[in-house]
């Protein structure tokens, strides 16, 4: 897992860091730098022509140290220093002067009226601004320069995050005044506010560069966000026992599909049995058998009696894992059956899709979910159950608070899935891509999801474990298929690479 810190505590690792290494703050500006000089180097040319734009605070004092250090090493910078008030913070004060020691520099230090220079496509400008102490949305001639900078054609790599962008909450922020990077690379850990699609625009690309902060405070310090890598998913899946049998994986039941939609009833069904689960059941209406029955012999189809609608079920207490929604339509009957269920069932129930739109058209239902149930929503889905967000950082909290209080795992999905638990801890999934926006992808899920529940998986890892599985399947899809042409039944045909890669 890779830890997700507020602005706030990175301040606090910093200090300890430098308290219990120990080291001179100015020596983790001169390792921050360092770092970022050798991303760069490798990225841009020594033709490039560089100009860097520096601030008051220690954001400045890195951009200072590196436009030190890319003239060592051959580039041509111009560096212009912003220092209206006339005050430094210690670390950027001494590189500048470390800088000004330098034979051949171009240095601009600007304390009143500026002439920006002229910024062309093949240029590369160095934002240093603003980082991590940003305190309030850039006004003045503060954001008078983001703009500038904005509306040029210069590539912008940003020192630590976008300047006027804050780690966490930008609701009140104003969007004209944040530099657009195409590149951000970041110290220490991922920053909040790269994962919420309002800000893809300003952080572009992004990438953690190492600062080596105290390992002790990092791993004791707690965070509620998390980035999820490929070793956690592989610890979750054990070598099989060589004396198992089907019933040891457990016997998932899928009630899904609608005269219409059978389709989502048929991608859920394949995904859940090329995820692993022993023995799958398919509640489908009358209609259905036969295209179910010729597209998955492995299936058993239970059918509802009603012939184009989910009408009621029985037998519930047989199953290991209930899934409930793909493609289910929302006749008044499915509404009122799902209501039933809810009354009897015991165990963690997986919600998705109409299921959910039923669940938003009758709240009163969402007392009667299971605890420790999974709810898939994409993110239209979660605002009818759970109202409207301005932004997706009012939605994610909307969905952490939701999961507490109902006692359940919101699947909150999107370009990095965000999977919230009832215990307040949200892990951010970081495969997958824009070629798994497609019809039926979010059906795929819900199969991987109750596969591995009827395999035993608790529901958190279940769907932390279920999305990741998803993203790579997907990603591998993308790479024999390409991103336009993928199909939600291709991320299927990739879960066995998928499973293969990750263990
Ligand atoms: N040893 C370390 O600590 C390490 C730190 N590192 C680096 O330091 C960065 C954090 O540095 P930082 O804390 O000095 O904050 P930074 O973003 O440079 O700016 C603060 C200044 O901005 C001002 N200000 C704020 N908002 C404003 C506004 N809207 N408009 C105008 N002014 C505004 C504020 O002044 P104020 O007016 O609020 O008094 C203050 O002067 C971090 O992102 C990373 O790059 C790494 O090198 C690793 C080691
Ligand atoms: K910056």
Redesign the pocket.
Known sequence: MIKIFS?DK??EL??YT?QNEPIS??D??E???TVFTSEFCRRYSKQTRIIVFA????????ALAIARMLTDAGYRVETYLFNP?M???E??ELNKQRLLHMEKIEFTEVVNDFVPPELEERDVVID?????????????G?AAMVRYINQSDATVVA???P??LFGEDNRKNDPDSIIHADLTLT??FPKLAFLLPENAEFIGEWKVLD?LLHPEIIASTPTQFTLVTEEDIAAVFQPRNRFAHKGTFGHALLIAGSHGKMGAALLSAKACLRSGAGLLTVHIPGRGEQILQTAFPEAMVDLDQHQDHFSSVSGIKAYSSIAIGPGLGKHPDSAKALEQLLQVVEKPLVIDADALNLVAANKDLLKRIPPRSILTPHPKEFDRIAGESSNSYERLKKAQAFAIDHQVCVVLKGAYTAICTATGNVYFNNCGNPGMATAGSGDVLTGIILALLAQGLEPETASVAGVFLHGTAGDLAAVYRSEESMIASDITDMLGKAFKQIK
């Open positions: 602005t990175v301040r910093d200090k430098i703050s100015i983790l500006v390792r921050a730098a601030g008051q605070g220690n954001n400045g004092a890195d008030t005050r430094l913070s670390d950027c240093g601004l603003f980082g991590s102490g940003l305190n309030r949305p850039l006004t003045g503060f020192i630590d995050i300047s006027g110290f220490g600062i």
